[in-house]
């Protein structure tokens, strides 16, 4: 009887994929410029690398509002979100460029701000905000 009712649970854990099956945390895996970043250009783009679908449409609302861009002083800087469509580039589907909308001032730094709130497709979340800091070049 305890195998009988051991073979249905291994076989139910197996039928449904797994046990894990859409848990899997959303992390940072990249960012260009890179945290600590010296030397940055006045004009980049912030190109970030996620583990997981974080572009599809059922949470690309909710990721919009998920970056912030601040000076030294505190203040927010304005930047476009750009998220692909990940129908039409599936290989962009954990890529998110956020663009300043004016060059940034030399010699500073800016802290950009991922709210924990980010939403992957799995419908899980990065949990806790994310910060990289840069510093532009003179």
């Known amino acids: 009887m305890k195998k ?3 073979i249905i649970i291994v076989f139910s854990i197996i039928a449904s994929g797994s046990v894990f099956a859409g848990n899997k945390p959303v992390s940072l895996k990249s960012s260009v410029p890179e945290d600590g970043a010296t030397a940055v250009a006045v004009d980049t783009a912030i190109e970030l690398g996620f583990s997981s679908n974080v572009v599809n449409m059922t ?5 919009l ?3 912030s861009l601040l000076n030294a002083e ?3 800087v304005e930047i476009d ?3 692909p469509d990940d129908q039409m580039e599936p290989e962009n589907k954990r890529n998110i460029t956020l663009t300043p909308v004016k060059p ?3 010699g500073t730094e800016y802290t950009l701000i991922i709210s924990g709130e980010l939403l992957a497709k799995n419908g899980n979340n990065l949990g806790k905000d994310n910060f990289v ?6």
């Not at 949470?59 to 990721?63: C, E, F, L, M, T």
């Not at 800091?133 to 003179?138: D, I, K, N, P, S």
């Open 4 to 6: 009988t009712i051991l």
């Open 59 to 63: 949470v690309s609302d909710n990721n």
């Open 65 to 67: 509002g998920c970056f």
């Open 74 to 76: 505190g203040n927010e």
């Open 81 to 83: 979100v750009y998220l």
């Open 104 to 106: 940034l001032a030399p």
């Open 133 to 138: 800091t840069f510093t532009t070049a003179e």
